[in-house]
């Protein structure tokens, strides 16, 4: 009776053929897969996972590997603490398959660990991947992130500290209740202050935007933007009723989720069933918007609105 195989689908450094032959020495046949709704980053703790994301393609291997090979990869994966194994479709010129896909539940982005990515680039360039994906592996690459500007001074802990930097300016503008901020325009979550100005004009809001110069360094938290400190954004919080801040997020392969936090719920649920996008996201859940993103703190300039 021919030994039993299973299907496992590899994304991450188990594409190097190398390193598959010294965990799984039997692992065989190995093909181009694809795992539907599904977007692939590196973590904090330096290596690959996935997590589901409707529209998204992960790239892949799908092996056929032994008993043996699979209670290796348990082991080696960290199986249950690090991944959990889950039974999930894969597609591969055949068609549909079941496959094994390791996944690690920890989705905060963080740099690969040394020596991880090239495992998995050259792995996928070996397995003939297509080449818009081993771009976006490559993208992983710390070298090739946009780096700020080295602080030469202290960061600002408070608005009017914010507001004597040079180059900082901001700018306001009433007209109806209705508002749009961005607190960190300019140079640092970059056109955020050109959308929320432009939105305002199209819908005849009012706006309220802080520029920053290019390449800025410091990053002020919502929170401390305090309206005692500015009489122009003591005026715009007076004024409007309702209010949306628009921010940056910037995480390789997530430039398609739009993260509606806030405590205005009943607005973010509103702009869930109004804003269409083709190939965009809303994102009303607060569960899966990343905490430091959710907009809650009560200080928060959106939240101080009348």
Not at 195 to 215: F, K, L
Not at 269 to 283: D, F, K, P
Request: glycine share 8%; hydrophobic share 40%; proline share 10%.
């Amino acid at each position: 009776m021919p030994a039993r195989r299973h299907p496992y689908f590899a994304y991450g450094s188990n594409l190097c053929v190398r390193q598959m032959a010294l965990r799984c020495p039997g692992a065989a046949d190995p093909r181009p897969a694809v795992l539907a709704d599904h977007d692939w980053l590196i973590n904090q703790r330096g290596v690959a996972t996935v997590e589901p994301f409707a529209g998204a393609q992960v790239h892949g291997v799908l092996w056929l590997i032994s008993d043996d090979d699979l209670a290796a990869l348990d082991s080696a994966e960290g199986v249950p603490v690090r991944y959990r194994r889950d039974r999930l479709t894969v597609h591969t010129g055949d068609g549909p398959s079941p496959a094994w896909v390791y996944i690690d539940h920890r989705v905060n982005p963080g740099p690969p660990r040394p020596g991880y990515l090239p495992r998995v680039i050259d792995g996928a360039v070996h397995h003939g991947l297509p080449q818009r994906w081993v771009d976006f592996l490559r993208r992983w690459d710390p070298a090739r992130w946009p780096r700020p500007a080295t602080a030469k001074t202290p960061a600002p802990q408070s608005l009017s500290a914010l507001l004597s930097e040079p180059g900082v300016v901001e700018e306001s503008r009433l007209r109806s209740r209705f508002g749009f901020l961005a607190i960190h325009g300019g140079g640092l979550e970059e056109m955020t202050d050109v959308i929320a100005e432009r939105a305002a004009e199209g819908a005849d809001a009012s706006s309220y935007v802080v520029r920053h110069p290019d390449r800025y360094p410091h990053h002020l938290p919502s929170a401390r933007y305090d309206p005692d400190e500015s009489p122009r954004l003591a005026e715009f919080l007076d004024h409007v009723d309702v209010a949306v801040s628009l921010h940056g997020y910037g995480r390789i392969g997530r430039a398609t989720q739009l993260l509606a936090g806030g405590r205005n719920r009943a607005l973010a649920a509103h702009l869930a069933r109004h804003v269409r996008l083709a190939g965009y996201q809303v994102v009303t859940d607060l569960d899966d918007i990343p905490p430091e993103l959710r907009g809650l703190h009560p200080h928060n300039p959106v939240n101080r609105v009348r």
